[in-house]
């Protein structure tokens, strides 16, 4: 079909365009990545993928996520997107994970193509490559904590207070109660965006500062 006439399926919930390979000496490293976003599993093809996969995972403005979810043809050609996203505002992201030293002349070709494709139905396009490791390295931390089961409710409410503005972690929670008990609430928070931190250029500890005007 013309990908103006599909363009209303809701591609976050069919199932992948193709299948995700496995084989004896193969370089890259596949699996699937527990949303908790949408409450199942969802296939990645490398570490790349699936640390892009964890922010996605982790973006408050993301309610929807499908892996591999179409596959585009024109010409002679065909390429199938690694991921589409839907958005709490209805919008669309296709994206494609790549790392720059990858991508050849006619690689980019196909993603220019790709992009001008999503434009023609209103979609925005994406191309990423490897992320920064200290922001990988946090999300693989906190993703041990997105479950729902981490939030209590009452925690909730005492973090956002103590954090209206910016504290060291360590401080707060030794404020609030038994790090034990506290801290999988506060590393759900970050999980979901909740409160301001930064995780781009240096690793979770107790001296991060947390809240305040978001990074």
């Known amino acids: 079909m013309p990908l103006l006439a599909c363009a209303t399926i809701r591609f976050e919930m069919v199932e992948p365009a193709r299948r995700f390979p496995t084989f004896r000496g193969q370089k890259n490293f596949s699996g699937a990545w527990w949303s908790a976003t949408t409450g199942s599993h969802i296939g990645y093809e490398s570490w790349v993928e699936r640390d892009w996969l964890m922010s996605f995972d982790s973006s408050p403005q993301v309610s929807g996520i499908g892996s591999q979810p179409f596959r585009l043809s024109w010409s002679a050609k065909q390429h199938v997107p690694d991921y589409f996203l839907r958005l709490r505002d209805g919008g669309a992201i296709v994206v494609d994970v790549r790392p720059d030293s990858r991508i050849d002349a006619q690689d980019q070709t196909t ?100 809240g305040g005007e978001r990074r």
Request: hydrophobic share 45%; with cysteine.
């Open 111 to 210: 993603f220019d193509q790709t992009a001008a494709l999503c434009d023609s139905v209103g979609w925005q396009y994406r191309r990423v490559g490897d992320m920064s490791p200290i922001h990988a390295a946090n999300l693989r931390w906190l993703s041990g904590y997105r479950h729902p089961r981490c939030r209590r409710p009452g925690l909730v409410a005492q973090f956002a207070e103590a954090f209206a503005t910016a504290k060291p972690l360590a401080e707060v929670v030794g404020e609030i109660g038994d790090p034990i008990v506290v801290l999988p609430t506060l590393f759900h928070l970050l999980w979901c965006q909740e409160l301001a931190v930064d995780l781009e250029t240096r690793l979770l500890g107790p001296g991060t500062i947390i």
